[in-house]
């Protein structure tokens, strides 16, 4: 597995990172979780250290059967990342709840990347509305987090916007040989690389359509 090192940051991770937001499903719709346990260790097997989910993947399961599988491995040899999902939240102490039972799910006492979940022109306006980025500055001075980022969903416009407010540590934008206008799409990386903001690729095979 190649790795890439995030010059910013001084941290390195796998090239190619672990997505746990479409583990195979048994026959109520739950996750599989024989099967889904067996793609983690493989991935982990074959050098992948950077394993991204997200509050409401697969209903809420995915983070806390994430967390149980990657007790079997030492803390300090994956990046976990997770987000924060900011339509679930109308005030700044929800979202420090939302962090807190992340926490707790995840069975981790810090997370090292956090991203503002699936932003767009309305989630930003309540990032700003509730002080988001300023509760996880103080979370990242706790030790809870270790770099801060957003993903996006919405037109270059926006993304411009949320880019140039903060000193992010890093985005995350899907692209992919099909998208590349769609969204923030290649102008978005090419704002980002101008910026020294460093990029996770979401969707690079759209799905697993491509």
């Known amino acids: 597995m190649e790795n890439r ?49 997200a509050y409401p993947y697969h209903d809420g399961d995915s983070e806390p059967f994430v967390g149980r599988v990657l007790k079997k491995y030492p803390r300090e040899s994956f990046k976990l990342a997770t987000k924060l999902p900011i339509w679930n939240i109308n005030s700044q102490q929800e979202a420090i709840e939302i962090f807190d039972s992340q926490l707790k799910r995840l069975d981790v006492e810090y997370v090292d990347f956090y991203l503002l979940h699936a932003l767009d022109a309305d989630k930003w306006k309540k990032v700003k509305e509730y002080h988001i980025i300023e509760m996880c500055e103080e979370l990242r001075k706790q030790g809870k987090i270790k770099y801060l980022g957003f993903s996006f969903h919405d037109e270059f416009n926006v993304f411009e916007e949320i880019i140039r407010y903060h000193s992010w540590d890093f985005c995350q934008l899907q692209l992919n040989y099909m998208d590349m206008e ?26 697993a359509t491509i």
Do not use: W
């Open 182 to 207: 769609i969204q923030a799409g290649q102008r978005g990386v090419d704002l980002a690389n101008e910026l020294g903001i460093p990029l996770v690729v979401m969707e690079p095979i759209k799905g």
């Open 5 to 53: 090192k995030i010059e910013k940051l001084d941290v390195e991770a796998s090239l190619l990172g672990f997505g746990c937001m479409r583990f195979p499903l048994d026959q109520d719709g739950h996750i599989e979780e024989k099967e889904a346990e067996k793609m983690i260790d493989l991935a982990i097997e074959s050098g992948v250290t950077y394993i991204d989910t």
